[in-house]
């Protein structure tokens, strides 16, 4: 790409296309990437200008094309009217810093077990039993979230298939 694009630059599709475009020059212009993607154009740019949203199909697309699966996963809880209430939001980092994460929100998952089947022993969740309950669904939800991260770090970086 030639120069980086002032109106766009904090676009998520428009930075993966710019970062696709350091790897193959076919994303140096909404052009190409367009007939790529089989889009037209103009709807490209309205996108990466965040006059319109995109299409679920197109979010797709474009992130097979730019090997950028963070782009579902944005679209999701960012733009998706069900996403927003239910999928979190991931960054990807580096392989290294990504596996720290998930061992580190593991690292109390016997804890979480045993507390997990204090609770559930008697089949109701006591008034003295939801802090602990509650703390079980933050930690579950950290470990998910890293495990997320790391899947999506997989499927860009050794192309694995989610």
């Known amino acids: 790409m030639g120069k980086k694009a002032t109106k766009a630059a904090d676009n998520m599709y ?5 970062e696709a ?3 193959n020059s076919d994303f140096s212009s909404r052009e ?5 993607l089989n889009m037209d154009r103009t709807r490209l740019a309205r996108i990466e200008l965040e006059s319109v949203t995109p299409y679920p199909e197109e979010v797709l697309a474009m992130s097979k094309i730019y090997n950028s699966p963070e782009l579902y996963n ?21 392989f290294d810093r990504l596996a720290l994460k998930v061992l580190g929100s593991l690292k109390d998952i ?6 997990l089947i204090a609770i559930s022993e008697d089949g109701i969740i006591s008034e003295n039993e ?7 669904l933050d930690s579950l939800e950290k470990i998910s979230t890293n495990a997320k991260a790391l899947q999506l770090w997989a499927i ?3 192309h694995i298939e989610e």
């Open 32 to 36: 190409k990437a367009s007939e790529l």
């Open 21 to 23: 475009s350091k790897t």
């Open 130 to 136: 939801r802090p602990t309950f509650h703390a079980i």
């Open 110 to 115: 016997d804890n979480l077990r045993m507390s």
């Open 14 to 18: 428009y930075q993966a296309r710019y």
């Open 156 to 158: 860009k970086n050794i």
């Open 74 to 94: 944005s679209y999701c809880a960012r733009e998706c009217p069900i996403g927003k209430m239910t999928v979190k939001e991931v960054m990807i980092d580096d």
